[in-house]
């Protein structure tokens, strides 16, 4: 199955630009790179996702590079609120189906 | 507001014992996901169903098993519980397939074996 790296934990201060990235090897031709945030005591949440080059939504902006081997999330001027574990996802395809496999997840830690 | 639930909330069970946990999608999705979750871990992917038929599996041995429903609710059943399955057990709906469509997911359900 692919897999992916993520630093275990990252700290910033409010209104700081963070930048998150994820090392994904196998990751096939045809499936996107997804980002979720998780709080404690619930399930995930989505994002943002992206197939190649950069991506921009509401919240985050998401960049892949052209061997897309590897991800960064850019979350501009974080908050308080913005302290969650960010976990990127990937599919690996296969004769079987597709897996969806999560990384590690990176802790963030915003301070005042 | 998601739209995917999940029951129960929380579940003890003792080694040996087998588990069903039931997830109702969101509206107009038609794949399931499930993943188990252990404390500090990511989530691993389990299954997913696509249209009553399962579509993906990750490294989980046959006594986790599923079942998708025509109404796309689901169902993950556990055999043989082991104490490592105490987790929590998430599931995700979305509107396609695969791993490119946005998971929706439910709050999960706390799962504590002894």
């Known amino acids: 199955l692919a897999k992916t790296t993520q630093p275990i934990s990252m700290d910033s201060y409010e209104g700081q630009e963070v930048n998150i990235t994820c090392s994904h090897n196998n990751i096939a031709t045809n499936d996107y790179i997804t980002w979720y945030q998780q709080f404690p005591s619930q399930g995930p949440r989505f994002i943002i996702h992206?197939?190649?080059t950069k991506v921009t939504n509401e919240v985050a902006s998401l960049f892949i590079p052209a061997d897309r081997k590897s991800s960064t999330l850019s979350l501009p001027r974080v908050s308080l609120s913005d302290t969650a574990v960010y976990y990127c996802l990937v599919g690996d395809t296969n004769q079987a189906g597709t897996a969806l496999i999560f990384g590690k997840g990176t802790t963030l830690s915003v301070s005042s | 507001e998601t739209g995917v639930t999940q029951s129960p909330t929380h579940l003890i069970k003792t080694r040996g014992q087998q588990v069903t946990l039931r997830c109702s999608s969101q509206s107009g999705h038609n794949t399931v996901s499930w993943y188990q979750q252990a404390l500090g871990q990511g989530p691993q992917f389990i299954f997913q169903?696509?249209?009553?038929?399962?579509?993906g599996r990750g490294n989980f041995p046959p006594r986790f098993s599923g079942l998708q429903f025509p109404n796309y609710s689901s169902e993950l059943n556990v055999n043989a519980l082991e104490l490592d399955d105490s987790a929590l057990y998430l599931c995700a709906s979305s509107a396609d397939s695969g791993s490119n469509n946005e998971q929706f997911f439910g709050p999960g359900t706390r799962l504590t074996v002894l």
């Open positions: 992206g197939y190649k």
């Open positions: 169903y696509y249209r009553e038929e399962e579509n």
